[in-house]
């Protein structure tokens, strides 16, 4: 499997023990290719060492408070 397709990971996913209301582990955009911040070293997932995506949608942080409730 690619790393990027690795990485794509959907935005109703369970929770990554590194995602936090301001980072994911991996890229939950639905379609990453028109994200603004992708390719940005340091920002987006495909281009940090990390893997974390250090600006994820607006919608992310209600969403990883769904999850976490969830959990």
Known sequence: M???????IKFNAPLHELDTENKTYGC?????????NNGISGICAFCSDDKICKKPSRAWKKQYLKLKNEE
């Open 2 to 8: 690619s790393i990027e397709k690795e990485l794509r």
């Open 28 to 36: 939950r955009q639905n379609n990453p290719d028109i994200c603004g």
